[in-house]
Nanobody, 114 residues
Framework: QVQLVESGGGLVQPGGSLRLSCAASGSTGSISVMGWYRQAPGKQRELVATISRGGSTNYNDSVKGRFTISRDNAKNTVFLQMNGLKPEDTAVYYC????????WGQGTQVTVSS
């Protein structure tokens, strides 16, 4: 079993920045890919970004150049640095890890509004 604890969400004005963190605990030795997904009201959950244990990354086209995913393997933590935030980035952001079983965090709200 893997437990995930997310932090860093909140309210920010358009153009602002936020940094999300997700710390994994439990059976972390088998974690391979870590990532972030988001779900806006009335929409399906979508991939934001993923990162492999070796550091290979994958991004949703809508966040390329604005968001950066990174991870600290020693601390079993994944980060999402979000710059240039737009109102359409408003969503609940979920951390995900693959062992290869999928585990999800509880979600953290990100609201971009003036």
């Amino acid at each position: 079993q893997v437990q995930l604890v997310e932090s860093g969400g909140g309210l920010v004005q358009p153009g602002g920045s936020l940094r999300l963190s997700c710390a994994a605990s439990g059976s972390t030795g088998s974690i391979s890919v870590m990532g972030w997904y988001r779900q806006a009201p009335g929409k399906q959950r979508e991939l934001v970004a993923t990162i492999s244990r070796g550091g290979s990354t994958n991004y949703n086209d809508s966040v390329k150049g604005r968001f950066t995913i990174s991870r600290d393997n020693a601390k079993n933590t994944v980060f999402l640095q979000m710059n240039g935030l737009k109102p359409e980035d408003t969503a609940v952001y979920y951390c995900n890890v693959n062992t290869p079983r999928n585990y999800w965090g509880q979600g953290t709200q990100v609201t971009v509004s003036s």
